[in-house]
């Protein structure tokens, strides 16, 4: 069983570059989402979807762009990479709303330069 | 807003002894879920255990308990048996928001265990 796949697991980027974090799942999740993880801060929610073609702001949404077309995928897109965005990230998945069971991703740690 | 705090950013345990880490949390809603995510040095999240508010009994899944307090906005875990494999930061979680699955994280606390 994959479950929930991120690429890459490390990257680092120079100031204003742009980039994709990928996040695929096999599960036939409806519910799928982006979280960044900060030290001393927890995760914080930046998008997240409900369905193919559904796409929602979460708490830091700012510099992030997400697209979702097709159950499987939810790509999390980086426009101008800043400092502050360097982070980890985590994509989850979920497969009935009103549970609050998310299935993680391993991560992928972001650094910008 | 809601809030999840967790005030003990480290904890440390013998193994094979009992530990409790401490969650509280701010909110006006009646109807809402907690949870504790586990997060092992391999950085993967996992689930370990859920409790519905407006279930007064608490939950258990094997060696962990919770302890849910509603009136006090309380939601502590109990390790029982602490395992060498119990390691790994703790996440207290929130959701209210049924149907966008939105969970608010408490900060963490990082614990680690006493061979």
């Known amino acids: 069983n994959a479950g929930v796949t991120q690429t890459p697991k490390f990257q680092v980027l120079k100031t204003g570059q742009s980039m994709t974090l990928q996040c695929a799942q096999d599960m036939n999740h409806e519910y799928m989402s982006w979280y960044r993880q900060d030290p001393g801060m927890g995760l914080r929610l930046i998008h997240y979807s409900v369905g193919a073609g559904i796409t929602d702001q979460g708490e830091v949404p700012n510099g992030y762009n997400v697209s979702r077309s097709t159950t499987e995928d939810f790509p999390l897109r980086l426009l101008s990479a800043a400092p502050s965005q360097t982070s980890v990230y985590f994509c989850a998945s979920s497969y009935s709303v009103s549970t609050g069971e998310l299935f993680f991703g391993e991560g992928s740690r972001l650094t910008v330069l | ?115």
């Not at chain 2, 007064?56 to 849910?68: D, L």
């Open chain 2, 1 to 115: 807003a809601q809030t999840v705090t967790q005030s003990q950013p480290e904890m440390s345990v013998q193994e094979a002894e009992t530990v409790t880490l401490s969650c509280t949390y701010d909110t006006s809603e009646s109807d809402y879920y907690l949870f504790w995510y586990k997060q092992p040095p391999s950085r993967q999240m996992i689930l370990v255990i859920r409790q519905e508010a407006y279930k007064q009994q608490n939950a258990t899944e094997n060696r962990f308990s919770v302890n849910f307090q509603k009136a006090a906005k309380s939601f502590s875990l109990k390790i029982s048996d602490s395992q060498l494999g119990d390691a790994a930061m703790y996440f207290c979680a929130y959701l209210w928001d049924f149907g966008n699955e939105k969970l608010t994280f408490g900060t963490g606390t990082r614990l680690t265990i006493i061979p």
